[in-house]
Structures are given as C-alpha cells and as structure tokens.
C-alpha cells in the first residue's frame, strides 16, 4: 500500500489547496446530461506566466480507475518527485491533481444515483479535466500531462484533442490502441460479476451485492506482481493472509457501481486513428512485469513509430518494479523525465 505523507511534515504542505468547481448541464457521450457535475481537483505550487499571460509551468497528473489525485500525495511519488529540488519540485512548477469524473471526491454513482448515473466515458472524463485546469484554475497551458493507467490512457486523448495545449506527454502503464484482448476480457469479467449478481437489482441494491468480490479477485489478478508476491508471501498461510487482507481492504472502501462505471468507461477508448495529430513531445513508458500491458505484445514499439516526437522506454523486471504499480514510482522512472524536461522549455 502506498505510504501518506503526514501533511503538516510535507515539504509542499504549505502550497497544498484542494478546491471543487461544478459544471452545469453537462452532456456526455452516451446522450444523457446531467444538471450538475463536481469535479474535486487539488493543486500545490504557483502558476508562472510569461510576458503574454502563458502559464509555463503547470504539470497535470492523471489518477487511473479507482483511484483519486490523493493517490499522488505519497511517500513513493510526491516525496521523490515533488519536494524541494526534485524534478517537479513544487516550489517550480504547478502541480495539478483532479478526480476525474466518477472518482475520488468527483460526482461519481454512489453519491446517490447509483445505476441512474449518466454513463461516462473517457472523452467525457478529459473534457472535464480540460475544464478544471481552463476554467476553475485559470490555466491557458501546460507544460506536462502525466497519466497512470487509466490517466495514461487519458494522456493519449489529451495529445489529440488539444494538441497546441500542451507541450509534453508522459503516459505510463497502457497502449495507445482500442482495449482488446485479455484486457477487454478481463474487464468485462469485471462487469459481468456485478451486473449478473441477482443482488445488483440494477445499481439499486441497499447492500454491495456479492458480485463485487469476484470483481476484486479479477481486479486483483489485472494488477498482480508474480514476483514480488512470491518473494513477500512464499507459503501457502501467508499467501492465505494476503488474499484476505487484500479483500477486506478493498470491500470496505468500494462500490459496485463506481467499479462498474469506473471500468466501463473505457469502452470505447481508441486513440490510435490520430496518433499523428499529437504535436506533444512524448515520453511512453510501460514495465517488462505489467500484468495488464505485456510487452510480448509489441503494440507500444509499433504505435510510437506513428508519434512525431514520441519515444517509448520499456522498465526492465527488478527487485524495485512493482508489475503494473510501477506507474507510480517516479523513483524507477524519473531518469527518462529528466531527459524530457530540458526538451520542453521553450517549445
């Protein structure tokens, strides 16, 4: 589990401002709008502008499914990434960290429509990232877009729809391509355990209905480490243990219809018609252990041919790399950033 950094001991605490902005009227893809979306974001840092009122350093950081820009706020990512001196040190840069639509402290399904929850999609979920960071921060450029998993996926999106926006894109842990294969397969697996489940009654169950256990055990497997569990759980009681740990963890703090929601927003995300719109210097990088984007694919060598400024870096298997969660350990990866940003200054 990530480590929380104490606030009152962080080194950025004294920049640290959550805020909530809410549109109005809001229409998503699917058809159905809705009267009032809150979107909750959190920022640390100042905005800098230049002589004509550019904000040049502001960094969007990108949640994946389940999760919130408080994920960011860790031990593992802002203490190595964000604190003084650091590659994205606070004191420098803009940093900002939404809930994407469906997230964290965002309207999302339990707020108490349930399954009469508009059906979101991940166009739905960057257009109201774009109206955080334009209308309710003031911010008329970025110098960075990061995303992991689900944000990396919205990384890509945020590259073709706004392609003069923002200079650099570091997606880590997905594919530039439609979801298919075992991913889509494990996701309607997902799926299907919830809406299946008798107890579901369509989104409207007064208890989680027991299909969402067997999403956690699907859950679970899509961002397993066969490394690192067996070297951290190597007999049979302990690997007993996990598993009801991990269980209890997760059933206590999720809803069915956010997991439903969460991961069907995903069906149909397909960036790769457009890969050549994207102006953005891009930093691609996925981990040799990523359950989820194995690398005997060989998708992400192929597609970054297809981007103007694209490189794409491919983390070996170590001690350190944690298969899919590698996505948030800046520690493995931030040697690459720091190639990327000198290239971005001025672009």
Request: hydrophobic share 40%; charged share 20%; glycine share 8%.
């Amino acid at each position: 589990m990530a480590q929380a950094l104490p606030v009152q001991s962080a080194p950025w605490a004294a920049t640290l401002r959550d805020g909530d902005y809410e549109l109005h009227d809001f229409h998503f893809h699917s058809g159905e709008t809705l009267s009032k979306v809150k979107l909750h974001y959190r920022t640390l840092g100042t905005p800098q502008r230049d002589q004509n009122a550019l904000v040049t350093n502001a960094v969007l950081i990108l949640h994946g499914t389940g999760g919130s820009g408080q994920q960011f706020l860790t031990a593992q990512f802002a203490g190595v990434l964000l604190g003084p001196g650091q590659l994205l040190d606070a004191a420098r840069y803009f940093i900002i960290l939404p809930d994407g639509i469906g997230h964290g402290n965002s309207s999302k399904p339990s707020d108490g429509m349930h399954g009469r929850f508009p059906h979101y999609d991940y166009d739905d979920m960057v257009a109201a990232q774009y109206a955080v960071v334009t209308q309710a921060l003031g911010v008329n450029h970025l110098l960075l877009a990061i995303g992991t998993s689900m944000g990396c996926m919205h990384a890509w999106i945020w590259g073709e729809r706004y392609p003069e926006f923002v200079d650099g894109l570091v997606p880590l842990a997905c594919q530039p391509v439609e979801i298919a294969g075992r991913n889509r397969v494990m996701r309607k697996m997902i799926m299907d355990s919830i809406t299946t489940d008798p107890e579901w009654k369509n989104g409207d169950y007064r208890k989680q209905p027991r299909g969402l256990r067997s999403a956690v055990y699907i859950l679970l497997l899509m961002g397993s480490i066969p490394l690192q569990w067996q070297k951290d759980h190597p007999t049979r009681r302990q690997a007993d243990a996990f598993l009801d740990d991990q269980l209890k963890r997760r059933l206590a703090t999720t809803d069915a219809n956010d997991v439903l929601y969460g991961v069907d927003a995903s069906r149909d995300y397909n960036p790769d018609p457009d890969l050549e719109k994207i102006q953005a210097r891009v930093l691609f990088i996925n981990s040799a252990d990523d359950q989820i984007n194995p690398p005997e694919l060989g998708i992400a060598e192929r597609e970054i041919k297809r981007v103007k400024h694209g490189r794409f870096v491919l983390l070996p298997l170590t001690d350190e790399s944690r298969g899919h969660g590698t996505h948030s350990l800046p520690a493995i990866w931030q040697e690459y950033l720091a190639q990327l940003l000198p290239t971005l200054v001025g672009k």
